[in-house]
């Protein structure tokens, strides 16, 4: 063992959800450590690809701020992105696919603004480490053991805040759990999402006015004023082709696990990102299962960036110039928390009490056994509960991300990353409070943690 470590907040996973939780956490003043097993910060949206970033707003209304706003800005200072955009539809009320805005991003600069804001905050960063054990007793976690490429260490925190998407540290420390649907436990499937260059996209998007008929949904984002004159005069974003890909498929000239494509034009003249491979049956908490997907997907990848180059308009001279170094994963374990947030409280967009987040974006079900999709537009925009942040006999452990409690049709909507960054800012934010008052996660003032989110700037119960 190398030097231990002792702290009053360890973040344990450093995607969206554990780098909002750990800047939100120091800058509240806790010693904080992020523990992250890739070598940069950003989980689904820099070693997935995820992008854009969905809705952070109800219709017109932003109801997601903070740390994700803070993000989003220093992207903007870096030329990382345009920051949020509007997307419209014909059908008023719908806002299939987005959510009704994006927030289209380029992921190597993400890598570095991440890292900025992270040390800003004060905390300290461990990149390349693994947590190899977890040590539990009495309902807290006491320990963790890290292991990197020069050494293995134990830490030990106060307050430990598991955003791991699979809910790894709690579920080593006895917390109860459910994967999937009720009916079969079968996930949503994973994908891998890439890129393609030098594509023309006046002619891509020339075709796409003219042949609305092929397309399930398609919009285009309203660019602001006084961008770079070298990025993208407009853009668009759609899912259809599904004649094409059904034909390509039928005559075996594509290999894709799904019936059409959704693509995302970028920010950035010529590009395109694609969300369009899929597989199912994937228990992503298997090893064996996610070298199985990392292989079939990029199969995929191969085919369709060949049979786009042929038959895309506009897609004659394009070429692949980026894909997911790791499988995006929809959903895994989802803890059993003091509250578990369900699809009617998404869908009716029910507020709580004990609100600290905001989520907004319908419920977006990829099905677990076949190509379809579920969408489901929502009343309003619902509260996410502090209570679901809690797993059932952990006091000293809280949840962010995707493994928050929540129904496998709830978590299709709080899944996305603008979610995420919003509950993990709020889990921050209470293990400092509780650490500093020396207290239990369920002992901390909820009002008080509240009133703490919207000095960090983020929208909670009430406001909106």
């Known amino acids: ?113 991440l890292n900025k804001l992270v040390l800003e905050s004060g905390c300290i960063l461990k990149l390349n480490t693994y947590v190899d054990e977890v040590e539990a007793a009495g309902g807290k976690v006491t320990s963790v053991a890290l292991r990197s490429k020069s050494s293995r260490s134990r830490l030990t925190a106060n307050m430990f805040i598991d955003c791991t998407g699979d809910g790894d540290i709690a579920v080593a420390a006895g917390a109860k759990y459910e994967m999937g649907r009720k009916s079969d436990g079968l996930t949503q499937p994973v994908s891998a999402l890439f890129k393609m260059s030098y594509i023309d996209m006046d002619a891509f998007i020339e075709y796409t006015q003219t042949h609305k008929d092929e397309f399930i949904w ?138 600290i987040a905001k989520g907004c974006f319908p419920v977006d079900i990829h099905s677990p056994h076949d190509k379809t999709n579920v969408w489901v537009e929502l009343d309003d925009a619902y509260d996410i509960p502090y209570r679901s942040l809690l797993p059932e006999g952990l006091e000293n452990v809280l949840l962010a991300g995707r493994n928050i409690s929540a129904t496998h049709e709830a978590m299709a909507s709080s899944r996305v990353q603008s979610h995420c960054m919003a509950m993990g800012q709020a889990a921050g934010l209470a293990a400092a409070m509780a650490s500093q008052e020396k207290v239990s996660t369920r002992e901390i003032s909820v009002s008080s943690l509240q009133k703490n989110l919207r000095e960090q700037n983020a929208i909670v119960a009430g406001d909106v």
């Open 218 to 355: 398609v919009s285009y984002p309203i660019l602001p004023a006084g961008l770079p004159s070298y990025f993208s005069d407009r853009m668009v974003c759609l899912s259809g082709f599904n004649r094409l890909i059904s034909q390509g498929q039928q005559s075996g000239e594509l290999y894709l696990g799904r019936e059409r494509i959704t693509l995302f034009s970028d920010y950035r003249k010529g590009d395109m990102l694609f969300n369009a491979t899929r597989l199912n049956k994937i228990d992503a908490t298997s090893n064996e299962d996610l070298i199985r997907a990392e292989i079939d997907l990029r199969e995929q990848i191969i085919s369709l960036v060949s049979f786009a180059r042929k038959y895309l308009p506009g897609f004659s001279q394009a070429s692949l110039s980026g894909a997911a170094s790791r499988v995006g994963v929809r959903e895994t374990r989802r803890i059993m928390g003091d509250y578990v947030l369900d699809q009617e409280d998404v869908l009716r967009g029910r507020k709580f009490d004990d609100g």
């Open 1 to 113: 063992m190398s030097s231990d470590l002792h702290v009053e907040v360890a973040v344990i996973g450093g995607g969206p959800a554990g780098v909002a939780a750990a800047i939100a956490a120091a800058r509240a003043g806790a010693k904080t450590v992020l523990v992250e097993p890739n070598s940069f910060l950003g989980g689904a949206g820099t070693a997935s690809m995820v992008g854009p970033w969905m809705t952070n707003y109800y219709k017109d209304t932003q109801v997601i701020r903070g740390v994700f706003q803070d993000v989003v800005d220093e992207l903007v200072h870096y030329e990382g992105s345009t920051g949020t955009l509007k997307c419209p539809y014909d059908n008023p009320g719908e806002t299939k696919g987005t959510g009704g805005h994006i927030t289209p991003f380029d992921a190597e600069i993400l890598k570095f603004v």
